[in-house]
């Protein structure tokens, strides 16, 4: 499963949607991916579950949170 940290960009205070959604766009079709954030990306859950992906957030430690997008067919 690929992943794609974005913990770093969200602590210098950015704002990481257009290069998640750049990630999401390089996928090939029907595979999922690992997003790491420093908390449960509600709004982006949403976005990606309009364009056939589920997300599973879980809270890794305290800022730390694994979401887990799965295709849904």
Do not use: C, H
Request: charged share 20%.
């Amino acid at each position: 499963m690929r992943e794609l940290d974005v913990r770093p960009v969200l602590q210098a205070g950015g704002e990481p949607f257009e290069q998640i959604m750049a990630f999401v766009a390089e996928l090939p079709p029907g595979e999922g991916f690992r997003l790491w954030a420093t908390f449960k990306p509600d709004p982006l859950l949403s976005v990606l579950r309009a364009k056939g992906y589920q997300g599973d957030a879980q809270e890794v430690s305290p800022n730390n949170w694994a979401v887990d997008f799965t295709p849904v067919s």
